[in-house]
């Protein structure tokens, strides 16, 4: 059966934006991990999209793909959109094109000019597709970097509803391996999903999916992680890169290794 797959940036302004994007000189080589190049967004660049959601930065599963937002959080922003009433018409872009090393380092430039400068460049182009009917922010930087592009000749004659949720895999990152504050860490993020979900519903005239609302309960089911869109991935993207996450691991016996290795393993059901 033919397979989709993501046409890519052929079409101005993103293929202007892609041939000139900032490098270490905007983006440090002690807070970015710039060695792996940038990674831009994923989604529709031809003005089908619906909801523009705004992430925070690439990971390693990203690094891999060259698309935003496909590992675990990834998976669970799809699972967000769908019952937003999305499975195509969205595009999601990161605050930052590079992935953060270090603690902090995101803090430190959440108002950096330049950053800001290329991000909005990225913002203009998809608002100004003209058909954008909600925003969505996940965590307080993707928020930031929302707010400082309201602020902007653009963003100021914008209206376009807004809401900020808490980031997909904050449960991991602030529960420090204890289960049951994982547990409660998830509860209290979905709560903020659903207060969005009844949010933007209401703002969206074409979604690509009909059907009630069906909110998010206290943790995570079955069906509310989604697999990535093979039409979101570049050409011949195997598909269990878009089925599931964990494939891809940073690894290194000391933090130099770990800086320059990420390794990708099949799973071994596709080599029985
Ligand atoms: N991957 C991304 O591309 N963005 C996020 O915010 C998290 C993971």
């Known amino acids: 059966m033919p397979e989709d797959h993501c046409v890519g940036y052929g079409r101005e302004p993103y293929r202007a934006l892609c041939a000139d994007y900032p490098g270490p000189d905007v983006y440090p080589r002690d807070d970015f991990r710039v060695e792996w190049g940038p990674v831009f967004h994923r989604g529709r ?74 991000r909005h460049r990225w913002l203009d182009a998809l608002v100004g597709e003209g058909g954008v009917q909600a925003v969505l922010a996940l965590g307080g930087l993707a928020e930031a970097a929302w707010r400082s592009w309201l602020e902007t000749p653009a963003g100021t004659a914008s209206d376009v509803p807004f809401a900020r949720v808490t980031h997909p895999t904050q449960p991991e990152s602030s529960s420090g391996g204890d289960p049951a504050r994982r547990a409660a860490a ?87």
């Open 45 to 118: 660049l031809d003005g089908s999209a619906r909801v523009l959601v705004i992430g925070q930065d690439p990971a390693q599963h990203e690094t891999v793909v060259r698309r935003i937002l496909v590992g675990e959080a990834g998976h669970r922003v799809q699972g967000l959109l769908r019952k937003l009433g999305f499975d195509r018409s969205y595009v999601l872009v990161n605050a930052f094109l590079y992935a953060v090393y270090g603690q902090g380092g995101g803090n430190r430039h959440r108002d950096d000019p330049a950053i800001a400068a290329y």
């Open 186 to 272: 998830t509860a209290a993020m979905l709560e903020t999903w659903n207060t969005a979900l009844t949010r933007l519903r209401p703002a969206i005239t074409e979604p690509d999916l009909d059907g009630p609302l069906e909110p998010y309960g206290a943790a995570f089911v079955d069906g509310d992680r989604r697999p990535i869109p093979a039409g979101d991935l570049p050409a011949g993207t195997p598909h269990w890169m878009r089925a599931r996450s964990g494939w891809a691991e940073r690894r290194g016996d000391t933090v130099a290794q770990k800086r320059r290795t990420i390794t990708v393993t099949v799973p071994a059901a596709e080599t029985a």
